[in-house]
């Protein structure tokens, strides 16, 4: 009955504002190496993997601006990005990677691919849907930007579930010790959903995809750890304090969505200090459907973050306390999806 | 620009099967007294307060049944529970209860009232949307059931934000302290919203309360600590374990979702064990809108956990991460209302 797979996150450290692509795809294929070593079937690298978090700055110049984005239809055919497709072709290993998408109408997308080695191909695309910050940038020069609503328009692609093929199939073959008996519940194929980042924090994406039967949820993060000129001066938090803080919540929404979903999930974060000045978080993990962390990352470095999960475990969530089909009640919701903002009620005399 | 309010949740330990709801209201009044004492101006009650919680029992007999439900169509009007209502009113007190509700229809409602000690009367009543267990008791005699699907038909009265007149403007009467300067909001009634025990653990539920700005959601459970018969034999948890999981659930949901929510939360056990045996959770806290606990229960009895919140701290997320008119994107999310249980995509070859 048991439906085992090993999975990792593949955690990025700093990546500074000159690094070459290549140099940041040699880091990626580094820690594909060690994943084929712990027999690992499915990697989830960050979100914008491919450069520094530029969204944190003012760009004017277009031609700089385009140098962080990736121009072609097809990423798998990127020049610098090509040998990490190859690598995990030859490995037997599947690849969820984020990156900024510039299509041909000059539109910009904060972009994350599904890569297929069973298939060899990009089988899902997911285009971020929650942008934060802004799309003017703050009048103190010393101020972090977030960009994103500058740079990206909001994701036109919903969030897609779909299947990945051979990863239930693949664990039978790789390790007698997690051999599944038969898919005996007849989907032996997990049913899987990109986020990005600031999507993790709306749990309306992660029930759009757990409508669709999602039992392994996958994202990437850049989170800044000290963000109080984004509060205003109430903030009174030291650095230390604001660090604690970020990474409080990005857990806290990944473990209470995992089990409010009844799904695992894989985030990877790129983390570190770029530039020796802009600290993002780390705690990349792979947590279960009942929101405990099976994993997670100890340093703010390249890190693999690698544990056996069994997507079996789904189903108690799904059968019991979160079976929609039993439990759910529409005809409750329907503000979710008339109302964009807030509407609130009216003042009393 | 602060607006303070001093809240409690009052936790109240076991309620046996054959107990007295007079003697039960009493015990409600000590803990009122003591909030009193404490300067609180609104304390939130347990799920199904009054009486043992009788969903756990298949009961055949529609007389011993009928005595677990409020008839009358005003509560605050039945004799047992009037003295709590009439203290309320004395004390300047207002009070969120939940009690078994028997419509003139015979139709049971599992529903919660919000009496307001300046209007003195119930200006909001909720009846609740998510009801857990099942309609056919098990069929081992020795099995707890949860038959609140038997007993209550699903809320009919949607999730309906309320203010609450009085509390601010009170709290500068209470304690000079903890005045505020002004409304300098323009609303200084707090807007607030209801949940029952299990609607805690479905983000629809919160979502569609602070879509109308709730800053405060309060809710009442009654949640056993070892469910194991619920889960079948796979599970081989201990009843501590049992226990300690329980309880992580309903913290992390609590807290997650007043994060992603920009409110706070009151949450109200009815805990203990009930005839000896059947042995619930406490664990009763109050939660800030960055999801950190700012108080909890010490005790698995009646106990009153108190803390003043500033409901102007609401606004940091409601601003900025959690501006719902700026980062949500309901083109996204129909699925949320179109479609009540999974429809999971297209097995692959």
């Not at 779909?162 to 039978?172: E, I, M, N, P, T």
């Not at 903030?235 to 803080?245: A, D, F, R, S």
């Given at each position: 009955?048991?439906?085992?797979?090993?999975?990792?996150?593949?955690?990025?450290?700093a990546?500074h504002?000159?690094?070459?692509?290549?140099?940041t795809?040699?880091?990626?294929?580094k820690?594909?190496?060690?994943?084929?070593?712990?027999k690992?079937?499915?990697?989830?690298?960050?979100e914008?993997?491919?450069t520094t978090?530029?969204?944190?700055?003012?760009?004017e110049?277009?031609?700089?601006l385009?140098?962080?984005?990736?121009?072609?239809?097809?990423?798998?055919?990127s020049?610098?990005?090509?040998?990490l497709?190859?690598?995990a072709?030859?490995?037997?290993?599947?690849?969820?990677?984020?990156y900024?998408?510039?299509?041909?109408?000059?539109?910009?997308?904060n972009t994350?691919v599904?890569?297929?080695?069973?298939?060899?191909k990009?089988i899902?695309?997911?285009?971020?849907?929650?942008?934060?910050?802004?799309?003017?940038p703050?009048?103190d020069?010393?101020?972090?930007n977030?960009l994103?609503?500058?740079?990206?328009?909001?994701?036109?692609?919903?969030f897609?579930?779909?299947?990945?093929?051979?990863?239930v199939?693949?664990?039978l073959?790789?390790?007698?010790?997690t051999?599944?008996s038969?898919?005996?519940d007849g989907?032996?194929?997990?049913i899987m959903?990109?986020?990005?980042?600031?999507?993790?924090?709306w749990?309306?994406?992660?029930?759009?995809?757990?409508?669709?039967?999602?039992?392994?949820?996958?994202?990437?993060?850049?989170?800044?750890?000290?963000?109080?000129h984004?509060w205003?001066?109430a903030?009174?938090?030291t650095?230390e304090?604001?660090e604690?803080?970020?990474?409080?919540?990005?857990?806290?929404?990944q473990?209470?969505?995992?089990y409010?979903?009844?799904?695992?999930s894989?985030?990877a974060?790129?983390c570190?200090?770029?530039?020796?000045?802009?600290?993002?978080?780390a705690?990349?993990?792979?947590?279960?459907?009942?929101?405990?962390?099976l994993?997670?990352?100890?340093t703010?470095?390249?890190?693999?973050?690698?544990a056996?999960?069994?997507?079996?475990?789904?189903?108690?969530?799904?059968?019991?306390?979160?079976?929609?089909?039993r439990?759910?009640?529409?005809?409750a919701?329907?503000?979710?999806?008339?109302?964009?903002?807030?509407v609130?009620?009216?003042l009393?005399?």
């Amino acid at each position: 009955m048991s439906r085992k797979i090993i999975v990792a996150a593949a955690q990025v450290g700093a990546v500074h504002k000159g690094a070459e692509k290549k140099e940041t795809v040699e880091r990626l294929i580094k820690l594909l190496h060690e994943a084929a070593e712990k027999k690992v079937q499915l990697v989830v690298y960050p979100e914008a993997t491919l450069t520094t978090f530029f969204p944190r700055h003012f760009i004017e110049d277009q031609e700089e601006l385009d140098k962080y984005f990736e121009h072609g239809e097809d990423i798998t055919q990127s020049s610098d990005v090509k040998p990490l497709f190859e690598e995990a072709k030859a490995l037997g290993i599947d690849v969820s990677i984020g990156y900024a998408e510039r299509t041909p109408e000059s539109t910009g997308y904060n972009t994350s691919v599904y890569y297929s080695a069973s298939a060899d191909k990009i089988i899902s695309k997911y285009r971020k849907v929650h942008l934060p910050g802004r799309v003017e940038p703050f009048e103190d020069p010393n101020a972090t930007n977030q960009l994103e609503k500058r740079y990206f328009k909001p994701g036109d692609l919903g969030f897609k579930a779909f299947r990945a093929s051979g990863l239930v199939q693949d664990a039978l073959k790789k390790s007698a010790s997690t051999a599944n008996s038969e898919n005996t519940d007849g989907k032996g194929d997990p049913i899987m959903g990109m986020l990005i980042c600031n999507d993790r924090r709306w749990p309306e994406a992660w029930r759009v995809y757990t409508l669709q039967g999602a039992e392994i949820l996958m994202f990437g993060y850049n989170t800044g750890s000290h963000m109080s000129h984004l509060w205003g001066s109430a903030n009174t938090m030291t650095p230390e304090e604001q660090e604690k803080e970020a990474l409080f919540h990005s857990r806290l929404v990944q473990q209470a969505n995992s089990y409010m979903n009844a799904c695992f999930s894989i985030s990877a974060a790129r983390c570190g200090v770029d530039d020796g000045k802009y600290d993002l978080i780390a705690g990349s993990s792979i947590v279960s459907p009942e929101g405990q962390v099976l994993a997670e990352a100890k340093t703010k470095e390249d890190e693999l973050v690698v544990a056996e999960i069994d997507l079996a475990e789904c189903r108690k969530g799904k059968e019991k306390t979160f079976d929609y089909g039993r439990h759910r009640r529409i005809e409750a919701y329907s503000l979710i999806t008339e109302q964009t903002g807030v509407v609130e009620p009216p003042l009393l005399d």
